[in-house]
């Protein structure tokens, strides 16, 4: 059985385990997946928090990726990190910077096992802004300044690719090189508040196009995090899994320790079981009939009458779940057109589901920005052999 077979029936700890550690953040992103904003008084202690990392010790996770909201808005957050680290669980932490001074970068570059990632999600501060907030564009590259400054070796600046920011995608590149670090690009997904927007900020399907022969031609050591493996049906694989790794490689701890399927699936649809519950995330890992059931072998729907289905897998769970379409339908991004075409055969009385969890500030500001003009091209006519949504009932 090949590797990437194993990884489709589950594995007995995750690979890629997602940590929010807060809902609390300076910032309001428009496309935040998770709502962010306003702290739970539910959220792990910790004590809680340290128990999870003992946990995952035992199950020889290697590392774990923080978040939020904003993760080192938490008094405590220095206190875990080196926890974790001191007990063999690696950290890699995702911030926009604001705590990340001088000591901290020079702190940083003296611990072992310890990833930075920043978010910047426009080359320029008017791109990065619109989305991100004023002042945020300013916040992260005095981050990565400081980091630069201690000798932090190679950091990440995370970028998440929308409409405004795709022809920015060598600019990226060269901030990453000017300051010693990795890119890695993500994909927009309508989760949390990313639904308000998504009609506003996803790239077009000209742009998809072009992020996949950017990824081609010039992506040699640019990240991933595999979330654009439904652009594979263009033609040659892109490096990774190429598949929903949901409840099989990777999940989900929030900041109250629900357990949810995917980091960009929060909703009770997806969630599993609670850390705080008898046998912990283990039990929860292990156990859940949620996770039992994402771990069976996947039929591929009406996506299996499509001669791309195996480049792609049929898409994103969470893209397909909070746009309304039937996951096993095709991608609402499908680069072959059928997710247009699912997407425009929604009845009137289609209920787009909307996750439970929002911890936004209700009087969160973005900037007086009107959208950032862009210049949107037309899709290229490739079609599948046949299509998916042949006698599909969406």
Not at 1 to 15: D, R, T
Not at 57 to 86: H, K
Not at 255 to 272: K, M, Q, R, S
Not at 285 to 308: I, K, N, V
Request: negative net charge; glycine residues 10%; hydrophobic residues 35%.
């Amino acid at each position: 059985m090949k590797l990437v077979e194993h990884f489709q029936y589950g594995l007995n700890s995750p690979i890629c385990l997602t940590w929010e550690l807060t809902y609390a953040c300076n910032l309001a992103c428009v496309h935040c997946l998770s709502s962010s904003g306003r702290r739970d008084p539910r959220e792990l202690t910790t004590a809680e928090a340290k128990s999870v990392i003992d946990e995952l010790q035992r199950m020889q996770v290697f590392y774990v990726n923080i978040g939020g909201g904003e993760p080192t808005v938490r008094s405590d957050f220095w206190e875990l990190l080196d926890y974790a680290v001191s007990h063999d669980v690696g950290v890699k932490f995702s911030t926009n910077g604001i705590k990340l001074d001088k000591a901290r970068a020079a702190q940083l570059a003296a611990t072992d096992y310890v990833d930075v990632q920043i978010s910047l999600d426009g080359a320029t501060a008017e791109v990065n802004d619109h989305v991100r907030g004023p002042g945020s564009y300013a916040t992260a590259i005095r981050a990565l300044e400081n980091l630069a400054e201690a000798g932090f070796g190679q950091p990440k600046i995370s970028v998440v690719m929308t409409r405004q920011n795709v022809d920015q995608l060598d600019e990226f590149k060269a901030i990453a090189d000017k300051f010693g670090a990795q890119l890695r690009i993500t994909r927009l997904r309508p989760s949390g508040r990313g639904a308000d927007v998504w009609d506003e900020l996803h790239p077009t399907a000209a742009q998809q196009r072009q992020l996949y022969d950017w990824l081609v031609a010039r992506g040699d050591g640019v990240l991933t995090g595999d979330s654009f493996f439904h652009l594979s049906a263009y033609g040659e694989a892109l490096p990774g899994l190429n598949l929903c790794g949901a409840g099989r490689v990777v999940c989900l701890i929030d900041p109250v320790g629900d357990v949810y399927a995917c980091p960009f699936a929060i909703h009770e649809n997806f969630l599993a079981g609670n850390v705080r519950s008898p046998g912990g995330f283990q039990e929860v890992w292990r156990g859940s009939e949620l996770f039992a059931e994402l771990r069976q072998p996947q039929t591929g729907g009406a996506c299996r009458s499509c001669g791309f289905y195996d480049s792609c897998q049929g898409g994103c769970m969470a893209a397909k779940f909070f746009t309304g379409l039937p996951l096993d339908g095709p991608d609402p991004e499908c680069v072959r057109g059928f997710g247009e075409q699912a997407l425009a055969a929604r009845g009137t009385d289609t209920v787009i589901p909307k996750s439970d969890v929002d911890h936004s500030r209700r009087t969160a500001p973005r900037g007086g920005r009107g959208p950032v003009p862009v210049t949107i091209g037309m899709r290229p006519d490739r079609a599948c052999d046949e299509s998916p949504l042949a006698g599909l009932q969406v």
